[in-house]
């Protein structure tokens, strides 16, 4: 069995919002709920780097948090999954133009998944998740 | 045959297992309490089998040793323990004078190495988590002491075989009237020794973000994980032994699962105490019901 596909049984999230405009953050919160229980899949989130199987990044990076987004990177456990959440995180979405965008965060970070939407809805997040542990899985 | 006692059964292995059940149990319950679905049956597993496949990120100012070796010596005690309230279920004459003094010494020892390792990683909210986790030892300690003093005054024994027997004899010691108050003072000290909620205070994940565990990753944070599931089987177990015995199998299952979901009620119908509210709880709450329980064996209630 390969890691990916172990890891693909057991998601720890750890949720950094950089400059986002917060309606992102809510969105995941939803996800989360009772409504949508991502449990099911045995995600759930968590406080500590440490112990993330998963770096959620959501809103635009700026100077500030691309430097803090690189050291979460580096003293995170590998193997360690990214993805993008939202349409900032993508590609700037309407902060692109922005007079502190620093670049999205494949710029800085390599990055596996991207979930689109301003802000993506609980199902688009369930479904993108659905997708990127199948990937995992090869099936 | 000594070691099959301690890596298999009852040992580690079998309650290992047994753990991943009842952690599953627990979150299946809490999932269907909040109506939703709840994590598949293996997930506990799952969770393990991950961490084992992480790296080990080591602190740059922690102390190494001290932090590595921590979570292997806290699966190591609650192994020993496992293995000794196992074998009293099976066949108590396996059991040593003063097991009962040993079993609970040992049952502190995942709690002091929860401190020293959080010490040794030196995070500010670790070492919080560790103050925190001192003060709550030190509050709930009494009290356990103090609820465990009543089979012992009853049974004039501090092996686990004599109470055991003591209670084929002449029915459970919870059934008097100074047992039931300790058993319940009992199991409330033991939610706080799982760390569960209400005393869940030294993780915290709202508020320090898993406190005394936030720099452990990886196969040192499944050695914690699997601590945990074995000190949910083998606390209730412990309790039920001395408490409500006599078990034979059937009965012995159902009541573990009783106690099992009681635990998990307590930690769903209530919110997280703060450090002071704990220990002033434990201290002027709790430790008078224990005194009285102690009170009424003396003169034989
Ligand atoms: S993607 Fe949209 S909703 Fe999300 S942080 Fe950016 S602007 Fe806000």
């Excluded at chain 2, 709550?136 to 109470?163: C, G, H, M, Q």
């Excluded at chain 2, 009681?262 to 769903?268: A, K």
Aim: glycine share 8%; hydrophobic share 50%; net charge positive.
């Amino acid at each position: 069995m390969s890691k990916a596909a172990i890891l693909s049984r057991s998601i720890w999230v750890f949720h950094f919002a950089s400059a986002a405009c917060n309606n992102c953050d809510i969105e995941l919160i939803d996800a989360l709920t009772p409504r949508f229980d991502l449990e099911r899949f045995g995600i759930k989130l968590v406080g500590s780097i440490r112990h993330a199987d998963c770096l959620l990044v959501s809103g635009i990076m700026n100077e500030k948090g691309a430097t803090r987004l690189k050291f979460l990177y580096d003293i995170a456990p590998k193997p360690l999954a990214v993805v993008t959440f939202g349409s900032c995180g993508a590609s700037g979405g309407l902060f692109t133009n922005s007079y502190n965008f620093y670049g999205p965060p494949d710029k800085i970070i390599p990055v596996d998944a991207y979930i689109p939407g301003c802000p993506p809805r609980p199902e688009a997040i369930i479904d993108g998740i659905v997708k990127v542990v199948k990937k995992l899985r090869n099936v | 045959m000594v070691l099959f006692y301690y890596i298999i059964f009852p040992g580690f292995l079998a309650t290992f297992i047994a753990g991943g059940v009842a952690s599953w149990i627990e979150r299946k319950l809490t999932a269907r309490i909040q109506t939703r679905v709840g994590p598949p049956f293996l997930q506990p597993f799952y969770d393990v089998r991950k961490l084992f496949i992480k790296e080990i990120t080591i602190p740059e100012h922690s102390s190494r040793s001290i932090f590595m070796i921590s979570p292997i010596i806290a699966l190591a005690s609650i192994t020993v323990v496992a293995t000794i309230v196992g074998l009293n279920l099976i066949n108590p004459a396996y059991g040593f004078n003063g097991d009962l003094i040993v079993c609970v010494y040992l049952l502190l020892i995942p709690s002091l190495c929860v401190i020293l390792g959080a010490s040794a990683s030196g995070n500010p909210l670790a070492s919080l988590g560790a103050s925190r986790e001192m003060k709550l030892v030190l509050s709930y300690e009494l009290a356990f002491w103090a609820s465990l003093a009543v089979p012992v005054l009853k049974t004039n024994s501090i092996r686990f075989i004599d109470i055991i027997g003591f209670q084929a004899l002449n029915g459970s010691i919870a059934g008097s009237l100074s047992g039931i108050i300790a058993f319940i003072v009992a199991i409330i000290c033991i939610q706080a020794k799982l760390a569960k909620v209400p005393f869940d205070i030294p993780e915290a994940e709202t508020e320090i973000a898993g406190g005394a565990y936030i720099e452990y990753s990886g196969p040192l944070l499944g050695f914690f994980k699997i601590t945990q599931y074995m000190m949910l089987i083998v606390l209730p177990l412990f309790l039920l032994e001395i408490f409500w015995g006599p078990m034979n199998f059937s009965v012995g299952i159902l009541k573990y699962l009783l106690l099992l979901t009681i635990i998990i009620m307590l930690e769903n119908t209530n919110p997280r105490l703060k450090i002071d509210q704990a220990v002033k709880f434990f201290w002027f709450g709790l430790l008078p019901f224990g005194v009285i329980s102690i009170i009424l064996a003396i003169i034989g209630m």
